[in-house]
């Protein structure tokens, strides 16, 4: 059995929960999301928390009754406080910058590129050299920030490129004489 599906989600004050079946929403005061729970899995509201167990004993339900669990507590993070990912840029002329609602990247290109804001999304850069992305949504935020990423993703030489904060590149040693 699941450690994780095993613990009910409390739903904190300022927050309502519905579940309509096999749909989960939560709306909050960063807005509001929902989650549509896979049909092995059974879901209940009680007492202010929702309650996630297998309809049978089979693999795949045991399997995907945690990971339900784990969605429907980001919905309660999501709505409550947000996510962030913290993006760096590295090399010399790369850099990020806002124009309108569009994110404006320099990467070393012929040409810039332009990633227009997905909506439910925000970015910013408070440095011409770091971007943050921001959303109540966990996996859109994710992404978002993927995306960007893949644009240049860092190279293991010289480590020239966009990696999230935090992110270890392994470096190589160059060609020897």
Same mark, same amino acid.
């Given at each position: ?8 989600? &409390? ?7 519905? @579940? ?8 909050? #005061?960063?807005? *509001?999301? *929902? ?16 309650? +996630? !167990?297998?309809?049978? /004993? ?8 945690? $990971? %339900?669990?784990? *969605?429907?507590?980001?919905? @309660?993070?999501?709505? &409550? ?8 840029? $590295? ?34 850069? #408070?440095?011409? $050299?770091?971007? &943050? +992305? %921001?959303?109540?949504?966990? *996996?859109? @935020?994710?992404?978002?920030? %993927? ?7 860092? /190279? ?8 999230? +904060? ?6 190589? /040693?160059? !060609? !020897?004489?």
């Amino acid at each position: 059995m699941s450690r994780v599906g095993k613990k009910p989600v &409390t739903v904190p004050s300022g927050v309502t929960a519905t @579940v309509d079946g096999q749909t989960v929403k939560m709306k909050g #005061p960063k807005g *509001q999301l *929902q989650f549509i729970v896979h049909d092995d899995v059974e879901v209940k509201l009680e007492n202010g928390q929702v309650k +996630v !167990k297998p309809r049978t /004993e089979t693999n795949r339900a045991r399997a995907l009754y945690g $990971t %339900a669990r784990a *969605q429907v507590a980001n919905l @309660v993070e999501g709505v &409550t406080k947000g996510f962030e990912k913290k993006l760096e840029i $590295t090399g010399v002329g790369y850099r990020a910058a806002m124009q309108g609602k569009n994110l404006q990247l320099a990467l070393g290109y012929s040409h810039d590129v332009i990633y227009p804001i997905p909506e439910g999304i925000t970015i910013t850069v #408070p440095k011409p $050299t770091e971007i &943050t +992305v %921001a959303g109540s949504d966990i *996996q859109r @935020v994710g992404q978002v920030a %993927a995306e960007i990423r893949s644009y240049r993703p860092p /190279e293991p030489y010289k480590g020239k490129g966009v990696k999230y +904060v935090g992110e270890f590149i392994f470096r190589k /040693e160059g !060609k !020897k004489k």
